[in-house]
C-alpha cells in the first residue's frame, strides 16, 4: 500500500512538472536614445584663389597724364600656390594738343612677370602681393604742326627694355574673381631711338612710377 502511494506522488510531481509554462525571458533594459555627435567638414571653405588654376588679369592704369588716352593692359599666366607666373601685354595710346601742335605717343611691350603672395588674410580673401619683371618694348612718338605758314611731321621711334617692380593687393569676392590695386616702378631702359628714319645715340633710362586697379579671373575649383 505505501508502495503504491509513493509510486502515485512521482507520477503527480512529474505530470504537474511538466504541465508548467516555460519562463519567458525578460526583455533588455533601455536606455535614453544618445545623440549623434555634429558632423565636421573635413575642410573648411576656403574664400581665396584655387590652389591651382590659369589665371587672366585687366590692368587699367590710374595715372592718366594724356588726354584721350588709352591704356589697357592684361597678362595671361598659371597660378601655383601663392605664385603667378604669366606675361603681361601692355599697350599706350594717347594724344596731347596745345594750339597747332598735336603730339601723339603709341607704347606697346611684352613682359614676362612673376607675382608672390607674401600675405592673407585667414580665410584668405584678402591677399598683398609682390610683383616683379622684364620685358621688350616698342614706342613711337609723332608731333605735328597744323600751322598753314609753316606744317610740319616728326616722328621719333624707339625700343626700350621695360623692368617692373611693385606692390599690390587683390580681394577675392569669390574663389575664381578678385578685384585689386597695384603701385609700382617701371624703368623704361633705351635701347635704340631713331628720329624721322635716323638713329640717334641716346641711352638710358627713364623713370614712371604707376597706379594700376586690377581685375582678376582664374579658373580651378
Not at 598683398?128 to 621719333?156: A, C, F, H, W
Not at 590695386?181 to 623713370?207: H, M, R, Y
Amino acid at each position: 500500500m505505501i508502495k503504491r502511494l509513493l509510486v502515485g506522488a512521482v507520477v503527480c510531481g512529474s505530470s504537474f512538472a511538466l504541465a508548467q509554462p516555460a519562463p519567458v525571458p525578460s526583455a533588455p533594459p533601455s536606455f535614453p536614445p544618445t545623440s549623434s555627435p555634429a558632423t565636421v567638414p573635413a575642410e573648411i571653405e576656403h574664400g581665396g584663389p584655387p590652389q591651382t588654376g590659369f589665371q587672366i588679369q585687366g590692368r587699367m592704369s590710374t595715372n592718366l597724364g594724356l588726354t584721350d588716352i588709352v591704356t589697357p593692359g592684361f597678362s595671361m599666366g598659371y597660378r601655383t600656390g601663392n605664385m603667378v607666373i604669366s606675361a603681361e601685354l601692355g599697350l599706350i595710346v594717347g594724344s596731347l594738343t596745345s594750339g597747332t601742335l598735336t603730339d601723339s605717343v603709341y607704347l606697346i611691350h611684352l613682359m614676362p612677370a612673376i607675382s608672390f603672395d607674401v600675405w592673407q588674410s585667414d580665410d584668405g580673401r584678402a591677399r598683398m602681393n609682390v610683383i616683379g619683371g622684364i620685358g621688350i618694348g616698342q614706342g613711337k612718338l609723332k608731333s605735328e604742326r597744323t600751322d598753314p605758314m609753316n606744317p610740319s611731321i616728326s616722328e621719333s621711334t624707339a625700343t626700350y627694355l621695360p623692368v617692373l617692380a611693385g606692390i599690390g593687393g587683390d580681394y577675392y569676392l569669390h574663389k575664381n574673381f578678385a578685384l585689386g590695386v597695384e603701385a609700382g616702378a617701371e624703368l623704361p631702359f633705351l635701347l635704340s631711338v631713331s628720329n624721322n628714319g635716323t638713329d640717334q645715340n641716346v641711352k638710358g633710362g627713364i623713370q614712371s612710377l604707376h597706379g594700376l586697379l586690377r581685375v582678376t579671373f582664374i579658373t580651378g575649383r
